[in-house]
Nanobody, 116 residues
Framework: QVQLAESGGGLVQPGGSLRLSCTAS????????MRWYRQAPGKQHEFVAS???????KYADSVKGRFIISRDSTKNTVYLQMDSLEPEDTAVYYC??????????WGQGTQVTVSS
């Protein structure tokens, strides 16, 4: 059972906050590089944030200063703290782990909706 499972999405008002979680199982280690992507209706997957195996983080320009990626290795979980949410943040959010060989692992996604 190789699995990435996202949770924490929901409906929030503009300016609100959410914390997404992605828990790995089935031999996947959250200590390796992890990424967050999102997909809005009618659009392709968009890079959001990443954290390397040694803790280096990167963010899309659209979320810099508002989102923070982190991990808790004891829980095998990576987080995405999202503050000052805007309507354009509305999307399905996915966690992703690249692999040395073969396609990356993907979670099933969690819906984030930012609306009044």
């Amino acid at each position: 059972q190789v699995q990435l499972a996202e949770s924490g999405g929901g409906l929030v008002q503009p300016g609100g906050s959410l914390r997404l979680s992605c828990t790995a199982s089935g031999g996947i280690s959250i200590r390796n590089a992890m990424r967050w992507y999102r997909q809005a209706p009618g659009k392709q997957h968009e890079f959001v944030a990443s954290i390397s195996a040694i803790g280096i983080t990167k963010y899309a320009d659209s979320v810099k200063g508002r989102f923070i990626i982190s991990r808790d290795s004891t829980k095998n979980t990576v987080y995405l703290q999202m503050d000052s949410l805007e309507p354009e943040d509305t999307a399905v959010y996915y966690c992703n782990q690249p692999r040395t060989f073969g396609d990356a692992y993907w979670g099933q996604g969690t819906q984030v909706t930012v609306s009044s």
